[in-house]
């Protein structure tokens, strides 16, 4: 198969989108020491039998201006330790080892999930629905 036709088949990337409910935690601002500092939070996914949930935790970077807006607004009620649901879409998810540097575990090896938080669909403060912004593409078609 030539070149051209392989370029012209195959996609310029590859899209991994994990979609679930959980948890909103540590809302941060991360000031690395090359580059621009970014928000980040922990997602605690839940997953399994809702009698006997587990839990996934995403680190993630929160890109997009929508999800960037939600998170901000949600980030006091995070800070004030109220349990704050959201539904999510988190894209490009990998592994990163670290070393653990305080605590019971010092000095031994971990596993992070990082990820980017494309997307909050909805979100609880301590059961109550939070009226989220409406994403700028709805809005659009809502008016015309």
């Given at each position: 198969?030539?070149d051209?036709?392989?370029?012209?088949?195959?996609p310029?990337?590859?899209?991994?989108?994990?979609?679930?409910?959980g948890?909103?935690?540590?809302?941060?601002t991360?000031?690395?020491?090359?580059?621009?500092?970014?928000?980040?939070?922990?997602?605690?996914?839940?997953?399994?039998?809702?009698?006997?949930?587990l839990y996934?935790?995403?680190?993630?970077?929160?890109?997009?201006?929508e999800?960037?807006?939600?998170?901000?607004?949600?980030?006091?009620?995070?800070?004030?330790?109220?349990?704050?649901?959201?539904?999510?879409?988190i894209?490009?998810?990998y592994?990163?080892?670290?070393?653990f540097?305080?605590?019971e575990?010092k000095?031994?090896?971990?596993?992070?999930?990082?990820?980017?938080?494309?997307?909050?669909?909805f979100?609880?403060?301590?059961?109550?629905?939070?009226?989220?912004?409406v994403?700028?593409?709805?809005s659009?078609?809502?008016?015309?």
């Amino acid at each position: 198969m030539s070149d051209q036709v392989q370029s012209a088949t195959l996609p310029s990337y590859f899209n991994l989108h994990v979609e679930g409910v959980g948890y909103l935690n540590r809302v941060r601002t991360v000031t690395p020491k090359k580059g621009q500092e970014f928000l980040a939070c922990t997602v605690a996914a839940m997953r399994g039998s809702t009698a006997d949930i587990l839990y996934t935790k995403f680190d993630c970077r929160v890109s997009g201006a929508e999800a960037q807006k939600i998170v901000k607004l949600l980030e006091s009620d995070v800070a004030a330790e109220k349990s704050v649901l959201i539904g999510f879409k988190i894209a490009d998810i990998y592994p990163e080892m670290f070393t653990f540097e305080k605590g019971e575990k010092k000095g031994q090896s971990g596993v992070s999930i990082k990820g980017r938080l494309l997307r909050i669909k909805f979100a609880k403060v301590n059961g109550e629905a939070v009226d989220l912004p409406v994403p700028v593409s709805e809005s659009e078609r809502v008016a015309a």
